[in-house]
C-alpha cells in the first residue's frame, strides 16, 4: 500500500497551506469558526436527541422540532466541516500522528452511520409516532447512541490539542 | 426540572470544551513549574506557526556535548503584538531562552523569556504557564 506520507506533505508546503499556519489572525479566526460552528450543530442536534429519548419536549411532536432545525443543523456541520478541513490541511502531519484525531475521524464516521440509519429507517415511518411522547425503541436508542457520540467527538476534538504521545 | 439539570449540563459541557479548545496544550500537563531552565545556545531553526511556534536550539554543555532542545512559544499573533518578527530568527544566531522543562520528555520546554543577542528581552509564553512574572517584564 502506497504511503499517504508524500501527499501530507504536498499539502502541508502549498503556498496557502503555509501562509495560513503563519497568520496572526487567519489561523484563530478558523479555529474560533471551527469551535462556534460545531457549538451550533451540536446544540441543535442535541436539541432534537433530547426529544428522541424522551427528556425533553415529550408532547411536541417530533418533526415539529427536527423539521425547522434541520437546515440550521446542516449549515453548522457545513461550515464546521469546510473550517475543519482547512485546519487538516494547514498542518496534515501533525495531525495525521495523533491519536485522539484518529478516534475523532472514527467517531464522526459512527456518528454519521448513525444519523444516516435512522434517517433511512425508522425516521421514514415518522408519521406514525411523530406524537408518541416514547419514541419507537430504535429512534430512542438512535438518539442516545447521536448524543454519546457527538459529546465524545468534541472531548477527541479538544484533545487534539494535548499531544501526550507524540 | 430534572430535564432542565441535564439540558445545563450538556450544554455546559459543550461550551466548555469550546472554550478550552483555544487553550492548546495546557501548561501543567506537559511542563513542570518546578523544573525552571535557562538555556544558552544557537539557534538551528524556528517554525513560526499556528497554533504555538517552536524554537529549535542547541545547547553546549559543560562537558562540551550539544544537547538540542525544542521549545514550545507564542504562536505568530502573539510574537508580533510583542514585537518579534519571523525573520528575527536567524539559523545560527545565540539566544537565551528561560522556561520550564517537559515532566517527563527530555529536553523540551515551555518558553517565558526570550533573548536575543542584542539584548531585547520579549515574553514567548503560553496560556496557563505559572504566575512568575516574565510577562509583566
Known amino acids: 500500500m502506497p504511503s499517504i506520507l508524500p501527499a501530507l506533505e504536498w499539502l502541508e508546503a502549498l503556498a496557502w497551506a503555509t501562509a495560513i499556519r503563519e497568520s496572526n489572525w487567519g489561523y484563530p479566526i478558523m479555529e474560533t469558526a471551527h469551535v462556534a460552528s460545531i457549538v451550533a450543530f451540536a446544540g441543535v442536534v442535541m436539541v432534537m436527541d433530547l426529544r428522541l429519548v424522551g427528556l425533553a419536549f415529550a408532547q ?24 475543519g478541513l482547512l485546519l487538516f490541511v494547514v498542518d496534515p502531519l501533525r495531525y495525521y500522528g495523533n491519536v485522539f484525531f484518529r478516534v475523532k475521524l472514527v467517531l464522526l464516521a459512527l456518528a454519521g452511520f448513525n444519523a444516516l440509519g435512522f434517517h433511512l429507517t425508522i425516521f421514514r415511518k415518522v408519521g406514525r409516532w411523530d406524537e408518541d411522547p416514547l419514541a419507537p425503541t430504535t429512534a430512542r ?11 465524545a467527538i468534541i472531548v477527541s476534538g479538544r484533545l487534539i490539542a494535548s499531544n501526550w504521545f507524540n | 426540572m430534572k430535564t432542565k439539570i441535564i439540558v445545563a449540563l450538556l450544554t455546559a459541557g459543550v461550551l466548555g470544551a469550546g472554550q478550552s479548545a483555544l487553550a492548546h496544550h495546557p501548561f501543567a500537563a506537559e511542563y513542570d513549574a518546578e523544573k525552571p531552565v535557562t ?9 513560526w506557526v499556528n497554533p504555538h511556534s517552536w524554537i529549535y ?11 538540542k532542545w525544542t521549545i514550545e512559544s507564542s504562536g505568530p499573533g502573539a510574537m508580533t503584538r510583542r514585537g518579534l518578527k519571523k525573520t528575527d530568527f536567524v539559523a545560527g544566531m545565540s539566544l537565551v531562552v528561560k522556561g520550564y522543562a517537559g515532566r517527563t520528555k527530555p529536553a523540551i520546554a515551555n518558553g517565558r523569556t526570550l533573548v536575543l543577542a542584542d539584548g531585547r528581552s520579549f515574553y514567548i509564553g503560553t496560556v496557563g504557564g505559572p504566575n512568575d512574572g516574565a510577562d509583566k517584564q
Open chain 1, 60 to 83: 411536541t411532536p417530533l418533526t415539529r422540532i427536527q423539521r425547522p432545525l434541520f437546515p440550521w443543523q446542516m449549515a453548522g456541520f457545513a461550515l464546521s466541516g469546510v473550517t
Open chain 1, 141 to 151: 436508542l438512535a438518539g442516545a447512541v447521536s448524543l454519546l457520540f457527538w459529546s
Open chain 2, 39 to 47: 538555556l544558552t545556545g544557537t539557534l538551528s531553526k524556528m517554525e
Open chain 2, 57 to 67: 536550539m542547541d545547547v553546549k554543555q559543560p562537558d562540551g556535548t550539544v544537547q
